[in-house]
């Protein structure tokens, strides 16, 4: 496809319609943190929040993307229109690699009612955060009935991802020990919707007694649902899809939604900010060398670190660097 | 105990002895942010430097806690003076429950030669990457000659914190499937040694092949050691130890241990001033009706998030919000 330069006017018209070229030219600008990308989300916020936004979370290998797969090609039948954002390195998506027919997800290529992209984490000021608000908030725009945003992660720092979302999909397999004890630890926090995926190994039904445990410490009324599946073969996506659903329906029906949506919004605003202030006192450290003596003087124990904190949250926020912990 | 206050320099001079009672007011001090920490720290980070600190990390209920107390039983017997400061709070030593004459660490209890302490993560404004970097130092500045950190996580969000170490041990067990496959992913770092625990659980050699072919992925000197152990029976525990000394041997003979401090001391104090800038964010908006009214109308998508976020960066940190990716 040869590169073609887009007004802003017309890109937001694009994407406004639908047209998978604009979103693509639109999600790289916001990727690579052009300047143009700032005005064109601007412009579109005000037609976001009719998307239904499912964040899908859990660790590598489990299938994620596949189940994102399966979850598309049903939704599909059924005529809804979908965006799926990816911020898992290690997924199929980000590869390209897209596992074929195996998942059918290639065809979604060339559906225009499905958009798909990974979003890569190199860095600029508001970092992966950011990007993928950006690129949700796009894509709600283009008018996607659903948007899937899948990380990694083991329930930590992905949180700011996470948080964008109106439905956290936890998604499991037998032999995920490490995330069934963070869950029993209170470290990883509990999904709205669990899936314990690759349904026909052998340990699948112990893994669902142990999930089955741990959700029975939780509030009666904040239990999520499990479901067993099988994204290659497609077994109980429908099944998934409903839980899914429902999560957000009660969540509407009852002033749910709107409530978490400004907290997930307001979360979102301070992530960024704080990675952009990071960004910012990484710039200026480096870019001041009285600043980047500083480090050294630690470096030497003639300076101790939280010295050089204060130094460095005057000379570059203008900051009291003080403690005020009586305060915060 | 009962309780009495410390003038500064008792205090200084109680933790440059070795004093527990005089370490446990000063990291006491230090844990709740009190503004009498950082002139103690101050004082005292000239004489660190010396301890040797390693950091263990893995997922929660793989036994972190329990090789730690055997590495301090087989340490003790050598005659080393131990500190360990514990972040996870999934772990025994933070709920209080040190598995009695199991691990036989409460013995150490009463050890002037060992020192025991978890960390809160109750916020103040550096965070928890602040205060257990202070409470190292302090263990450092107290003489003893080892300092364990003990953290949870699936190698991302407690990056600060091992950040400090100057070897990492990896726990895992057989089951931590979700940990291999975020190894195997390149999601998790690859550490200095990895211990597997429980080694005689049945898929233990499993596990241990699993590990040893993720290991071969890396640089020929970069593939850290694989160490079967039985922390509850004290097994393999001195051949576990034999390994984390041979790595720092080797980091110091080729300078590299200097690399590595220099690298995670500046980390330590970016990491510590976005954490205070986050608080300090927090602490403006909270207390500032102007930015609580802009998130406000982020939430009724009358303002957009960014736009948001660019006032409230010139508002609270007089700093230009506006993107310039291209510079950092």
């Given at each position: 496809m040869a590169r073609r330069e887009w007004p802003l006017e017309e890109l937001t018209a694009g994407v406004r319609a639908g047209d998978r070229r604009a979103l693509a030219r639109a999600i790289s600008l916001v990727e690579n943190g052009d300047p143009l990308a700032y005005p064109l989300v601007r412009e579109l916020y005000s037609e976001t929040g009719r998307a239904a936004i499912v964040g899908v979370t859990g660790p590598p290998g489990v299938g994620k993307s596949s189940l994102v797969g399966a979850l598309?090609?049903?939704?599909?039948?059924?005529?809804?229109?979908i965006g799926v954002v990816s911020v898992d390195p290690s997924s199929p998506f980000s590869k390209g690699a897209l596992l074929g027919?195996?998942?059918?997800?290639?065809?979604?290529?060339?559906?225009?009612?499905?958009y798909i992209r990974s979003m890569s984490s190199r860095g600029h000021l508001g970092g992966v955060a950011e990007s993928t608000l950006q690129a949700v908030l796009l894509l709600d725009a283009s008018g996607k009935d659903i948007v899937f945003v899948e990380t990694v992660?083991?329930?930590?720092?992905?949180?700011?991802?996470?948080?964008?979302?109106?439905?956290?999909?936890?998604?499991?397999?037998?032999?995920?020990?490490?995330?069934?004890?963070?869950?029993?630890?209170?470290?990883?926090?509990?999904?709205?919707?669990?899936?314990?995926?690759k349904m026909d190994h052998p340990a699948a039904k112990t893994m669902l007694n142990e999930?089955?445990?741990?959700?029975?410490?939780?509030?009666?009324?904040?239990?999520?649902?499990?479901?067993?599946?099988?994204?290659?073969?497609?077994?109980?996506?429908?099944?998934?899809?409903?839980?899914?659903?429902?999560h957000r329906v009660a969540l509407e029906?009852?002033?749910?939604?709107?409530?978490?949506?400004?907290?997930?919004?307001?979360?979102?605003?301070?992530?960024?900010?704080s990675s952009r202030a990071r960004s910012h006192l990484d710039a200026a450290v480096r870019g001041d060398p009285e600043l980047a003596r500083l480090l050294d003087a630690v470096e030497r124990r003639e300076l101790d670190p939280l010295s050089a904190v204060r130094?460095?949250?005057?000379?570059?926020?203008?900051?009291?660097?003080?403690?005020?912990?009586?305060?915060?």
């Open positions: 598309v090609a049903h939704l599909r039948a059924l005529g809804r229109t027919d195996r998942i059918r997800l290639a065809d979604h290529f060339n559906d225009p009612g499905v992660g083991a329930g930590q720092s992905d949180v700011e991802v996470t948080g964008i979302a109106d439905t956290v999909l936890l998604v499991l397999m037998p032999g995920s020990g490490d995330s069934i004890q963070a869950l029993k630890a209170g470290i990883m926090e509990i999904p709205d919707v669990i899936a314990i995926n999930v089955r445990s741990i959700v029975r410490l939780a509030e009666p009324d904040r239990r999520p649902p499990i479901v067993l599946t099988d994204a290659v073969r497609g077994e109980n996506v429908a099944e998934l899809w409903e839980k899914l659903e429902e029906s009852d002033g749910r939604l709107e409530e978490r949506r400004r907290r997930n919004l307001a979360g979102e605003v301070f992530a960024i900010a130094e460095i949250m005057e000379k570059v926020f203008e900051v009291d660097g003080r403690e005020k912990a009586r305060e915060v």
